[in-house]
T-cell receptor, first 114, second 113 residues
Framework: NAGVTQTPKFRILKIGQSMTLQCTQD?????MYWYRQDPGMGLKLIYY???????DKGEVPNGYNVSRSTTEDFPLRLELAAPSQTSVYFCASSLGGSHYNEQFFGPGTRLTVL | GENVEQHPSTLSVQEGDSAVIKCTYS??????FPWYKQELGKGPQLIIDIRSNVGEKKDQRIAVTLNKTAKHFSLHITETQPEDSAVYFCAADGSSNTGKLIFGQGTTLQVKP
């Protein structure tokens, strides 16, 4: 298993541009998550999904959108990029259910908005 | 909602010494408390977790303790080694059943050879 994969690894955007961060997992996990990690701030949940076709907001959803058309993929869309969205983005997945909480993380995407 | 506070933000120890990282949480309904280790340039990886029906759990050199009454839990690393140097995050699951985790701010552990 490749686990959770994310593309791209690095990206520089200009203010106002848009992009999609890709996330794929091959573990047949039901639950998937997007986090952003700012220096000294830990991980903040942006959006999450408990299954294909179901998504919901996390702590910091403004400026982002997600979709979950398949079990494997959970892309994160940035519209009208702003400098405040400069961060490292992590995708994670878990099997789901009260006894399968372990989240498996991807390697991250480092995004800079100039 | 759940809030998790983690201390200290940085910790430096000599190789062979013990390291302790502490977290407090606010939602008494939380019942799952994982600890993640993040090495430079990588995603976090689970190293140990504990559920609310257990007070302590050990795995070789690492252990986690949970005090539900006081709403705090701690990570203990004994006989530290240079490869233990990393950022450590605690988390709690809050009262939702969606698997969401609320993370602490992280502790940068440096183990000096």
């Amino acid at each position: 298993n490749a686990g959770v994969t994310q593309t791209p690894k690095f990206r520089i955007l200009k203010i106002g541009q848009s992009m999609t961060l890709q996330c794929t997992q091959d573990m047949n996990h039901n639950y998937m998550y997007w986090y952003r990690q700012d220096p000294g701030m830990g991980l903040k949940l942006i959006y999450y999904s408990v299954g294909a076709g179901i998504t919901d907001k996390g702590e910091v959803p403004n400026g982002y959108n997600v979709s979950r058309s398949t079990t494997e993929d959970f892309p994160l869309r940035l519209e009208l990029a702003a400098p405040s969205q400069t961060s490292v983005y992590f995708c994670a997945s878990s099997l789901g259910g009260s006894h399968y909480n372990e989240q498996f993380f991807g390697p991250g995407t480092r995004l800079t908005v100039l | 909602g759940e809030n998790v506070e983690q201390h200290p933000s940085t910790l430096s120890v000599q190789e062979g010494d013990s390291a302790v990282i502490k977290c407090t949480y606010s939602d008494s309904a939380s019942n799952y408390f994982p600890w993640y280790k993040q090495e430079l340039g990588k995603g976090p990886q689970l190293i140990i977790d504990i559920r609310s029906n257990v007070g302590e759990k050990k795995d070789q050199r690492i252990a986690v303790t949970l005090n539900k009454t006081a709403k705090h839990f701690s990570l203990h690393i004994t006989e530290t080694q240079p490869e233990d140097s990393a950022v450590y995050f605690c988390a709690a699951d809050g009262s939702s059943n969606t698997g969401k985790l609320i993370f602490g701010q992280g502790t940068t552990l440096q183990v000096k050879p």
